[in-house]
Structure formats: structure tokens, C-alpha cells
């Protein structure tokens, strides 16, 4: 439910009615806009009589939201979420990149292209430092070890960095982790949602290979319902009967997610295609439809990439990369 209500948010009147709700065991979101304040009703609202929030003087309208995501819908909060990564801002008109190797391999080598990535205009330093592999014989990553080469890289570059949580049971290694990332296979583990909802940091959640829309969208209520709400949600290709590309990149899942949530939305263009040369079309694409950024592989030398190098680009690809994405984002931002 949301209560559209006169005057800003410092007024007893609107404390006197939040009052009144939360007395009712309901939870409310603030939400002040340009024109209007919102008060998002979170919880089973049918309790609550339409009639009795109208007697208020200052409720202008009363709507009952019918989506089952409740925090995440731009109905509860109409200005796009701005999402700050230790200083960098994504969302709300803030473009940012972030790349890096899928893998995390080694010292020397990520501290390398933590400042190529920089160079060249990225924001945001990814790795893995732990590896959800289908194959149990698959390179699994340099785990705590990983995390202190990107803490270092971090260092080394003055870039914020994010990399993925597999289990809940080493949140400890992520303490000094600008940003945790979920990856598809965890985006409906419930209870990792649950706990990273406890937990004061950017989350990067991104959609599952055979996820809807929706279903992405209720994860991160899961996170915010819990506390939460500095999310920013990933598209990277879902499973189709089509075999050309490792995933299909579902580029209209980004204007339907600007319509239906305030929270930020990037895309992954590496591993919706598995292939290097379909980066920089799926990127330019992405950047077209009105995406808050993009997470690319970037290797020093993807041939030998422990982890996905057909899907990574080398140093100048990126490059090259960053420059037609700058020259789009201008011609994007004067058209709009």
C-alpha cells in the first residue's frame, strides 16, 4: 500500500500518521519526491481500512500496490535509488564500469589490470576470488587469498572493489569488500538473501539464468526487507533454446526494471555471450536502453585465462571499448 500525502516529511502531521501505522505492526518506507511524499505500507495491508488512512487531513490518495515486491517498486519510491560504492555512485544518471578478471590469479597480475582498467575509465575493480564452477574440477578460485590480491589491487588503483560470496560462512573475508556480489545461482538462496539484508554494504544481485523478471525483483525485497536496500541489479543473459551464445542477453529487461523498481540497473555483456567479440555490441546496446553501467572481463592475457578468457578482453579491446561507450553516454544524455 502507499499514502500519498501532503507536505514533507518533517511535518507532525506526517509523524503522527506513520505513528499510527507502525502502531498497527506495519513497517513504512519514506519516500520525499520532487512533487509529492509517499508513504510505502509494508505487510498484509487488507488489515488496514482505505477509509480510516483517508480521515487523515493531510492523505491525499491511497493506492494498494498489487505487485508482491513491496520496497523494490518504484510505487513505494518514485526517485531512482542512488547507490554509493565506496564513493562511486550508481544510479539516478551515475554511469559506472566495473571490470576485471573472472578470476582473481595472482598478485602482481590483477595489480596490473586494476590500473589498465582504471586508465581506460573503469570505476570499479571486479574478481573472483571464489568460483561457482559447474565442473568440481574447474579452477575453484584463490578464496581468502584472492580477496587480500584485491584488497591490495584496491590499494594499488584507488578503485572500490567487488567480488562474489558463495557462502554466508566466510562473510568475515568480505569485511573489507567494497561491494558483495550474488551471483545467478544464488539469487534464490533465501537465506544468504537474508543475511546479507543485516548487513551495511552495497550488494550487486544479479538475475538467474532462468529467472523471471519478477523473481529477480523479489531477491532484493528479500535483502531490503531485512535492512538493506543498497542493491544494484544485474542482467546477465538467461537460458534460451538458442546455442550461438552462451546465455541470450535480455536487453529489454532494463527498461521493464526502470519501470517497475527505483533500484539501479547494469548489465553483463561477458557472460550473456561467452564470446569476446559480442561485448562491445551487447555494451553499446545496453548503454542505449538506458542501463546504470556495465561489469566486463578484462584479462591481461585472455588466451590463458584460468577462468571464461573466450568471454574476456584484452587490454586494448577495453580500451577501445571505453571510448565508444564515452562518445554513446554523450550522445545518450543529450538526447534525453
Known sequence: MIIIVNGNSKTPEVK???NWIEKKNFKTHLSEGEHKTIIGVVGDTSRLEIDSIRGFPIVSDVKRVQEPFKMANRAFHPKDTIVDISGVKIGGGNFQVIAGPCSVEGKEQLNSIAQKIKESGATILRGGAFKPRTSPYAFQGLMGEGIEYLEGARKVSNVPIVTE????????LFDKVDMIQVGARNMQNFTMLKELGGIKKPIL???GLANTIEELLM????????????IVLCERGIRTFETA?????DISAIPVLKQKTHLPVIIDPSHASGIAALVEPLSLAAVAAGADGLIIEVHNDPPHALCDGAQSLNFEQFDLLMKKINKMRETYVSFK
Open 205 to 207: 544481485l544479479k538475475r
Open 16 to 18: 503522527d500518521l506513520i
Open 219 to 230: 531477491s532484493a525485497e528479500y535483502i531490503m526487507a531485512n535492512g538493506n536496500e543498497q
Open 165 to 172: 560470496i558463495m557462502n554466508m560462512d566466510d562473510i568475515e
Open 245 to 249: 551464445t552462451r546465455n541470450t542477453l
